[in-house]
């Protein structure tokens, strides 16, 4: 079955490379220094088939830390649910911590050069106590949850530390996506700064703020839910480009939206959002959570369905917390980003810092809408 839809996705390549050449840079609206280079052609390119994704999908492993009655390999919790009885989620310690609380180093600065304490958490959600469980087979109840979790941590870690800046929640599924674990996990990362990425988008989105008193990212789904135009050769008449309502969105629910960003860094990228502006994450309510539950479950389903056992990345950007972030909230809004990991940035990408992206987001966009799910 893998090897026929495998084939199936390389011939609609094929088809679709045929039918519609597009090479051009591509400006992202919500931080314009970040292009991508959309060019269809390079899909035809000869290259090696990836090797499928190899997941153990095995309920339970005995020597796996993160497993059901392997509690003593992991640090104590620090949070669990339920808080008595067989958990289904658990927030631990990450052992091996890009930062921590302790064994601080002192700052300095030597001429140009400079170091920042490495000060902050680094933990580690266990997002499900079946070790081999794919994320879009959790029921939506237990994706509530756990971005219930996430919020619930996220509030408390602000709170115990003024030092603490940002709270990052990621995961990452997959070797190429950085996985080193197979067990279901993502993790949190607290840190004392606010990461660039996350201050881009900030900056940017004040500066459009200001020129027009309308939110970026509410604007942008208007445009998506609303907006369609031609485009027309001046000297020829004929129609160079259509932009039909909705050829971005994958699907919409009553509350969030799920979008083929216009500039996709990646392949088959993916954003969430929720529909009413909403800076920070932790204003969510619980209907919030639970129709975000939904959509998030569905959206995982139409990517595994098109690529066949997705490798990805997946991270929440919110508004930072400080005080010189507290009237940044009419103009921020947060959001989820799910990057899959369909292939390996090569040296014109990493030398240029411009992404290449060989699939139109509009045909991506159009495979997941029309993914039949049960």
Not at 154 to 172: G, T, W
């Amino acid at each position: 079955m893998k090897g026929d839809l495998s084939s199936m996705i390389e011939n609609d390549k094929k088809t679709s490379a045929a039918m519609e050449v597009i090479r051009e840079i591509r400006i992202n609206p919500i931080v314009p220094t970040e292009s991508v280079l959309v060019a269809t052609a390079r899909s035809m390119r000869p290259k090696k088939e990836e090797a499928p994704l190899t997941h153990d999908t095995s309920p339970h492993l005995p020597a796996c830390p993160f497993c059901r009655g392997n509690e003593a390999k992991t640090p104590a919790p620090i949070a669990q649910v339920p808080a008595v009885g067989d958990w289904e989620l658990r927030i631990v310690e990450n052992l091996y911590p890009v930062l921590s609380d302790e064994a601080l180093s002192p700052n300095f600065v030597y001429g140009l050069q400079q170091t920042i304490d490495g000060y902050g958490r680094h933990e580690v959600v266990i997002d499900h106590s079946s070790h081999g469980i794919f994320i879009h087979e959790m029921s939506e109840e237990h994706l509530a949850l756990l971005f219930s979790l996430y919020r619930t941590r996220i509030e408390q870690l602000y709170h115990a530390d003024d030092r603490l800046k940002y709270v990052l929640v990621f995961k990452n599924f997959g070797p190429a996506a950085g996985a080193s674990i197979g067990h279901t996990h993502s993790q949190i990362i607290a840190m004392p700064v606010v990461p660039d990425n996350i201050q881009a988008e900030v900056k940017n989105s004040q500066a459009h703020y200001l020129a027009t008193r309308r939110c970026i990212f509410c604007s942008l789904i208007d445009e998506a839910l609303t907006f369609e135009a031609t485009l027309y050769d001046r000297e020829s008449g004929e129609i160079r480009r259509k932009i039909s309502v909705g050829q971005f969105v994958i699907e919409r629910s009553s509350r969030f939206i799920a979008i083929k960003p216009f500039a996709s860094r990646y392949e088959w990228e993916v954003h969430i959002l929720p529909l009413s502006h909403q800076a920070d994450f932790l204003d969510s309510g619980l209907e919030d959570i639970s129709d975000l539950a939904g959509l998030f479950k569905r959206t995982m389903a139409r990517l595994n369905r098109v690529l066949g056992g997705v490798q990805y990345n997946f991270f929440l950007h919110s508004l930072p917390h400080g005080d010189e972030y507290e009237d940044n909230a009419g103009f921020f809004h947060w959001h989820i980003e799910i990057c899959p990991r369909t292939s390996i940035p090569t040296g014109f990408e990493l030398g240029s810092g411009l992404f290449v992206n060989t699939i139109s987001p509009e045909r991506a966009a159009e495979q997941l809408r029309n993914v039949v799910l049960p």
